[in-house]
């Protein structure tokens, strides 16, 4: 059969992006679908293979052109692609393809191989509680209710793997460094059948019309190894040097990783094992949280609706007494410290810096409001009808210091000296009033998040998405690590804090740029790890070989990327 995506390409400029992301229809480019395919027929008894999300069938077509006596069985959930997908294999006799969920059928059979590039949804966007009802019954594992339904379709696929069997996904690979992802690697890391984990940086999105960073994972039943491969790879070269090794087992290369199932730890986010770590530079680091803690920003499960300008006020006669000051978009705050003179010129200029506040309202135009709100089931939506009353807006107290939640040249603090609350646009930082606490001051702690030292270190802890896109979840940033500022010297604290005062003069001034360099100077003096201080779990992207070379000289080997590990 032909091997190309010609027949995704036509589907997709027939078939509306509405209808593509109701489905999760985001489709496998021709070289990943083929080198995907190549760690199947490496299984010499492939006889049967499992397409879980058959859509157009890619995998089927290029598998076909590889290998002719083998039977495809396909599980597709829309009509609409399923009736494409049977025309084109109409001529071939050894297509089984149902219209049926994978998730709730065929368990009890396994297969020589399987091969999928899963939908991608949020938890709230498909069957969660059932599904994971299903997971629970046949591998006996609980999973996070905030689990991405792609990892349900691996895992089940796992489940089905033949002795010998192999198995191919492409997903995103949000699961290797997100919370609820913890589980999943621990169920993986249980059955001992991981293999290779490659996750594809390429600058240009792997799915078109779909913001994530792709990943490869393959795994094997067949006892022949404890260890996991992990590659990072940037283009379609790479990709090649990786499909020349995927045929086998794990081996070092200059683009990959190799440790054993002992050596992962499920509970810690796995670009360690395949991104150099920026921490590993520094001494003396501890969690963010000792200092701080970061919550969301207030989610009111309705923007539109609970969101406020002058003129909106003015339409609905709701006085300001009702309206709670509020950052509601990003964009609104261009500086590093946000005052009440920025917030007044937002509000003279109609932007929305309000949310409805009508706890203990008895004032009828605020009643009418709510009604309002009622009528057009505002109060049935997913998080207002989990509030009571559901016009109540969650509690978070103005924070001081705030942080964005995605950005593409890292994290971006603010200092809220307007003391107004904020959406999810940002995260919440609130200093601990700790006796620790005490021994450093906002001002130092500010001076810190403004640097790029501590921007690096934090990068550590974030999730990536398509086209250098990263995240921060606020757990990212509590759990990340950053020098322990109560080890400064009196000395070097007192500069910095001078030097954050000039830097706040002159924000507005090219020369601020340099004064954060020499704050960054003082913490590098003071925090930088001694090259033979270092003693860590280690990352290499250096051939084995080369790295024996090097430590038998003495020498310290370069590129070797050495991190914190718990075991």
């Given at each position: 059969?032909?091997v190309?995506?010609?027949?995704e390409?036509?589907?997709?400029?027939?078939i509306?992006?509405?209808?593509?992301k109701k489905?999760?229809?985001?489709?496998?480019?021709?070289a990943?679908?083929?080198?995907?395919v190549k760690?199947?027929?490496?299984?010499e008894?492939?006889?049967?293979v499992?397409?879980p999300?058959?859509g157009?069938g890619?995998?089927?077509?290029?598998?076909?052109?590889?290998?002719?006596?083998?039977?495809?069985?396909?599980?597709?959930?829309?009509?609409?692609i399923?009736?494409?997908?049977k025309?084109?294999f109409?001529?071939t006799?050894?297509?089984?393809l149902?219209?049926?969920?994978?998730?709730?059928n065929?368990?009890?059979?396994?297969?020589d191989?399987?091969?999928?590039?899963?939908p991608y949804f949020k938890?709230?966007d498909?069957?969660?509680?059932n599904?994971?009802?299903e997971i629970?019954?046949h591998?006996?594992?609980?999973l996070s209710?905030?689990?991405?339904l792609?990892t349900?379709?691996?895992?089940?696929?796992?489940?089905?793997?033949?002795?010998?069997?192999?198995?191919?996904?492409?997903?995103?690979?949000e699961?290797l460094?997100?919370?609820?992802?913890?589980?999943?690697?621990?169920h993986?890391?249980?059955?001992?059948?991981?293999?290779?984990?490659?996750?594809?940086?390429?600058?240009?999105k792997v799915?078109?019309?779909?913001?994530?960073?792709?990943?490869?994972?393959?795994c094997?039943?067949?006892?022949?190894?404890?260890?996991?491969?992990?590659?990072n790879?940037?283009?379609?070269?790479?990709?090649?040097?990786?499909?020349?090794?995927?045929t086998e087992?794990?081996e070092?290369?200059?683009?990959?990783?190799?440790?054993a199932?002992s050596?992962l730890?499920p509970?810690i986010?796995?670009?360690?094992?395949?991104q150099?770590?920026?921490g590993?530079k520094?001494k003396?680091?501890?969690?963010f949280?000792?200092?701080?803690?970061?919550v969301?920003?207030?989610?009111t499960?309705?923007?539109d609706y609970?969101?406020?300008s002058?003129s909106?006020a003015?339409?609905?006669?709701?006085?300001?007494?009702y309206?709670l000051p509020?950052?509601?978009?990003?964009?609104?705050?261009k500086?590093?410290?946000?005052?009440?003179?920025?917030?007044e010129?937002?509000?003279?200029s109609?932007?929305n810096v309000?949310?409805?506040?009508?706890?203990?309202?008895?004032?009828?135009?605020?009643?009418k409001?709510?009604?309002?709100?009622?009528?057009?089931k505002?109060?049935?939506?997913y998080l207002?009808?989990?509030?009571?009353?559901?016009?109540?807006?969650?509690?978070?107290?103005?924070?001081?210091?705030?942080?964005?939640v995605?950005n593409?040249?890292?994290l971006?603090?603010?200092?809220?000296?307007?003391?107004?609350?904020?959406?999810?646009?940002f995260?919440c930082?609130?200093p601990?009033q700790?006796?620790?606490f005490?021994?450093?001051?906002?001002d130092?702690?500010?001076?810190?998040?403004?640097?790029?030292?501590?921007?690096?270190?934090?990068?550590?802890?974030?999730?990536?998405?398509g086209?250098?896109?990263?995240k921060?979840e606020p757990n990212?940033i509590?759990?990340?690590?950053?020098?322990?500022?109560?080890?400064?010297?009196?000395k070097?604290?007192?500069?910095?804090v001078?030097?954050?005062?000039?830097?706040k003069d002159?924000?507005?001034?090219g020369?601020?740029r340099?004064?954060?360099?020499?704050?960054?100077?003082?913490?590098?003096?003071?925090?930088?790890?001694?090259?033979?201080?270092?003693?860590?779990?280690?990352?290499s992207?250096?051939?084995?070989a080369?790295?024996?070379?090097d430590?038998?000289?003495k020498?310290?080997?370069?590129?070797?990327?050495?991190?914190?590990?718990n075991?």
């Open positions: 059969m032909t190309n995506n010609a027949i390409q036509d589907y997709s400029k027939q509306s992006l509405e209808h593509r489905f999760a229809q985001f489709f496998t480019p021709v990943v679908a083929e080198m995907m760690w199947l027929l490496g299984n008894n492939l006889k049967t499992l397409e999300a058959f157009l890619i995998f089927s077509r290029a598998l076909l052109s590889q290998k002719n006596d083998i039977q495809i069985k396909g599980f597709e959930v829309d009509n609409l399923f009736e494409q997908a025309n084109e109409a001529d006799g050894k297509m089984n149902l219209l049926q969920d994978y998730m709730y065929d368990w009890q059979n396994k297969y191989g399987i091969i999928c590039n899963p938890f709230h498909y069957d969660n509680k599904i994971l009802k629970e019954t591998l006996q594992c609980s209710g905030f689990t991405n792609y349900l379709f691996l895992l089940k696929s796992i489940h089905q793997l033949a002795p010998n069997g192999r198995c191919a996904y492409i997903i995103p690979s699961f460094n997100s919370d609820y992802g913890t589980l999943v690697k621990k993986l890391l249980k059955t001992g059948t991981l293999r290779h984990i490659i996750v594809v940086g390429f600058e240009e799915f078109d019309d779909a913001l994530t960073t792709a990943c490869i994972v393959l094997a039943n067949d006892n022949k190894t404890d260890k996991v491969q992990f590659s790879i940037q283009s379609m070269d790479e990709l090649k040097k990786i499909e020349q090794l995927i087992y794990p070092i290369s200059a683009i990959s990783q190799v440790f199932f050596e730890n509970e986010k796995w670009k360690a094992y395949y150099p770590q920026n590993h520094y003396n680091l501890v969690p949280s000792t200092y701080a803690k970061v969301r920003g207030i989610a499960g309705a923007n609970f969101t406020f002058l909106k003015k339409e609905y006669a709701i006085d300001e007494r309206l509020c950052i509601c978009h990003c964009v609104d705050v500086e590093a410290f946000f005052t009440q003179s920025d917030f010129h937002l509000k003279q109609d932007k309000f949310l409805l506040n009508a706890i203990n309202a008895k004032d009828e135009r605020v009643t409001y709510i009604q309002k709100g009622e009528t057009e505002i109060d049935k939506k207002t009808a989990s509030r009571n009353p559901w016009y109540l807006l969650e509690n978070r107290p103005p924070a001081p210091i705030w942080v964005s995605f593409r040249t890292g971006r603090f603010i200092r809220n000296e307007a003391n107004v609350s904020n959406l999810t646009t995260h930082i609130y601990n700790s006796q620790l005490s021994k450093i001051s906002i130092l702690l500010f001076a810190y998040l403004l640097t790029d030292t501590a921007r690096q270190i934090f990068e550590d802890n974030s999730r990536e998405y086209n250098g896109l990263q921060f990212d509590n759990k990340g690590k950053m020098l322990d500022l109560a080890l400064l010297p009196e070097s604290r007192n500069k910095v001078d030097l954050y005062y000039q830097f002159l924000e507005c001034d020369k601020s340099q004064v954060l360099d020499e704050i960054d100077n003082v913490l590098i003096k003071e925090f930088v790890q001694n090259s033979d201080t270092t003693v860590c779990h280690f990352v992207p250096l051939p084995l080369q790295m024996l070379q430590i038998q000289t020498a310290t080997p370069v590129g070797v990327e050495k991190i914190l590990i075991k």
